[in-house]
């Protein structure tokens, strides 16, 4: 009983070092973004609260920035990528889940290439088209490269795949067409492959920063992450700003994490994926 206390104060003990472990940066994120600029560059480690409590950091954010219309364009990006990305990426994975069609292997094989090579290659074909479409500078260029999705695809495929083939040949006998199938038997049992596929699109669609930063010039077309960006400078930085910056805009997701956080979980662990 003795040991088994010992081990339980233990395993608690490490996992309590690693969560302050985590959080430390978090918290000297918010601590810097209420110092001087001459306290958040101090060598000295103990220089760890501000002397001050500079407000006025964030004022020159909010006055310098758009912070409410980076906050639209960032909502907006992650909403019509959920969209377009859950949607195309439930029927294709369907149809290389359960259909039977010639060249499918092959096209799936298409798929997997595209999950193995560097998004930056595509980089370039994508923002030619885009400006071919004159559509720069628009939401519509922030949710392009997010309008399909091969990881999605690829793991909704592996949910489809799991289901049992008995309920798919009973919707049949049944008169069930492929849509009917497909909407209302198969979709409704792979739900917590779309929330898992929801959740991971709207990191990526948030943390996004090479794509709005070069398809999107105007800062009427900035999203949070461009505009930490701008706010860097290439030649100086003010880092209680730039942290109080950091702060706005991690706030939101934050906050639908600690919501949300048991559906967080449980959606990632069921998926079998990792951030």
């Keep these: 009983m003795k040991r088994k206390i010992k081990v339980n104060f233990f395993i608690h003990a490490f ?7 985590f959080i430390l940066p978090l918290v000297w994120m918010v601590l810097t973004s209420f110092k001087t600029t001459a306290e958040a560059t101090s060598v000295n480690p103990f220089v760890i609260f501000p002397s001050q409590w500079m407000w006025s950091n964030y004022a020159k954010v909010l006055e310098q920035n758009d912070v409410l219309l980076a906050y ?24 290389f889940a359960r259909l039977k069609f010639p060249g499918r292997n092959f096209l799936f094989g298409i798929v997997l290439f595209q999950m193995m090579v560097p998004v930056q290659i595509f980089v370039i074909p994508q923002y030619l088209m885009v400006d071919a479409l004159g559509a720069r500078n628009t939401i519509f260029a922030l949710l ?6 091969a990881f999605g695809t690829f ?26 199938i497909f909407f209302k ?3 409704p049992l792979a739900k ?7 959740i991971f699109t709207a990191l990526f669609a948030f943390k996004d920063l090479m794509w709005p930063l070069i398809v999107n010039t105007s800062s009427k077309a900035a999203t949070l992450s461009s505009m930490l960006a701008k706010i860097e400078g290439a030649y100086s930085v003010n880092y209680p700003q730039l942290m109080a910056a950091s702060v706005l805009a991690i706030w939101p997701m934050l906050t639908l994490y600690i919501v949300f956080q048991r559906k967080f979980i449980e959606s990632v662990s069921t998926s079998g994926g990792k951030l």
């Excluded at 996992?15 to 472990?21: C, H, I």
């Excluded at 917590?192 to 596929?197: F, K």
């Design 15 to 21: 996992l309590m070092l690693g969560a302050v472990t």
């Design 72 to 95: 639209v364009n960032t909502i907006a990006m992650m909403l019509l990528r959920i969209v377009c990305s859950v949607s195309f990426s439930a029927i294709s994975a369907y149809a």
């Design 144 to 149: 392009f490269p997010g309008i399909v999705s």
């Design 155 to 180: 793991l909704l495929r592996q949910f489809f795949m799991g289901l049992p083939k008995e309920l798919e040949e009973a919707a049949k006998l049944d008169g069930c067409s492929i849509g009917q």
């Design 185 to 187: 038997v198969m979709l």
């Design 192 to 198: 917590s492959g779309l929330v898992a596929l929801t």
